[in-house]
Nanobody, 126 residues
């Protein structure tokens, strides 16, 4: 049973930093991609960043490129999203997701992810 548990959300001022964590358990994730998505009230869930567990290939949404960094700590089975230079428009509930992948690509459509965490709220004040 795959479990993804997010943590690290909170209130941060614009320009500040926050690090989100996603603790993954239930199986080996060596053939998985792990992604971060976010959803603000009234908006659709949108892709933020993703990483392949093996090899470390990453992909970012244009809106966060250069400000956010996704990484993996294999020893802790945890995926991180380091959020720097945050903006009020980054305010949303952030979700961690996992998907088994068989080709060297990274899924960015939320419909392609089978496993989801419950989310962690990030609020950026101006």
């Amino acid at each position: 049973q795959v479990q993804l548990v997010e943590s690290g959300g909170g209130l941060v001022q614009a320009g500040g930093s926050l690090r989100l964590s996603c603790a993954a358990s239930g199986r080996s994730f060596s053939s998985y991609a792990l992604g971060w998505f976010r959803q603000a009230p009234g908006n659709k869930r949108e892709f933020v960043a993703a990483i392949r567990w093996t090899g470390g290939m990453t992909y970012y949404a244009d809106s966060v490129k250069g400000r956010f960094t996704i990484s993996i700590d294999n020893a802790k089975n945890t995926v991180y999203l380091q959020m720097d230079s945050v903006k009020p428009e980054d305010t949303a509930t952030y979700y961690c997701a996992a998907q088994f992948v068989t080709i060297s690509s990274i899924p960015i459509d939320s419909d392609n992810y089978d496993y989801w965490g419950h989310g962690t709220q990030v609020t950026v004040s101006s």
